[in-house]
């Protein structure tokens, strides 16, 4: 099956950065948009940031400037440098794929997320 398995998360101070990745294996045959959200304690997910398979960018305003999406399609890898960073970007940060992939046989779509990564910025 098609997993997606993220890393690089943990406690940086304002102003620092980090570097997360999320890479997606299992019988892929062709992966569409890869992005970032995040949910913050007691809010909702929000977007971050995608990226399209021709290499497209999208980030939410909080971020622009500052947050970085890019995307290694030999390696089915999305990655998300962050700098400047703020108390207020503490969330738990999940990557999202859209993967064509096999299965019995037959060809399917389907999004899908990580587990999830914590990123807490002290202050």
């Known amino acids: 099956q098609v997993q997606l398995v993220e890393s690089g998360g943990g406690l940086v101070q304002a102003g620092g950065s980090l570097r997360l990745s999320c890479a997606a294996s299992?019988?892929?045959?062709?992966?569409?948009?890869m992005g970032w959200y995040r949910q913050a304690p007691g809010k909702q997910r929000e977007l971050v940031a995608t990226?399209?398979?021709?290499?497209?960018?999208n980030y939410a305003e909080s971020v622009k400037g500052r947050f970085t999406i890019s995307r290694d399609n030999a390696k089915n890898t999305v990655y998300l440098q962050m700098d400047s960073l703020k108390a207020e970007d503490t969330a738990v940060y999940y990557c999202?794929?859209?993967?064509?992939?096999?299965?019995?046989?037959?060809?399917?779509?389907?999004?899908?997320w990580g587990q999830g990564t914590q990123v807490t910025v002290s202050s």
């Open positions: 299992g019988s892929i045959f062709s992966i569409n948009a």
């Open positions: 990226i399209t398979s021709g290499g497209s960018t």
């Open positions: 999202n794929a859209a993967i064509k992939y096999y299965s019995g046989g037959y060809l399917y779509e389907h999004e899908f």
